[in-house]
């Protein structure tokens, strides 16, 4: 069993900032890409930015310049740092993880419950 757990969200006023973090737990082998999506109100979800084991990262436009991610390996944790956040934030933001339970298993996509994130004055 695969829990991803994330923390950090809440309302914050336009122009500030907010960290989110995300862990991983359970029978885990192999923790690969690791990230973070949101999903608005009556939008679809989308991509926010992702990294993987190589410290590679994929990234949204509207994330260029004022979020960053990271990641603990050895915590299995994934971390989101958002500055000059705007009203069109507010969403659900929703950790993401590519993940091996067994080595000689594929790996499979496990998502966490999500965590609100309001963006208002």
């Known amino acids: 069993q695969v829990q991803l757990v994330e923390s950090g969200g809440g309302l914050v006023q336009p122009g500030g900032s907010l960290n989110l973090s995300c862990t991983a737990s359970g029978n885990i082998f192999h923790v690969a890409q690791m990230g973070w999506y949101r999903q608005a109100p009556g939008n679809q979800r989308e991509l926010v930015i992702t990294?993987?084991?190589?410290?590679?990262?994929n990234y949204a436009d509207f994330v260029k310049g004022r979020f960053a991610v990271s990641r603990d390996n050895a915590k299995k944790t994934v971390y989101l740092q958002m500055n000059s956040l705007k009203a069109d934030d507010t969403a659900v933001y929703y950790c993401?993880?590519?993940?091996?339970?067994?080595?000689?298993?594929?790996?499979?996509?496990?998502w966490g419950q999500g965590t609100q994130v309001t963006v208002s004055l």
């Open positions: 993401n993880a590519g993940i091996q339970t067994r080595s000689w298993v594929s790996w499979d996509v496990y």
């Open positions: 990294i993987n084991q190589n410290n590679n990262i």
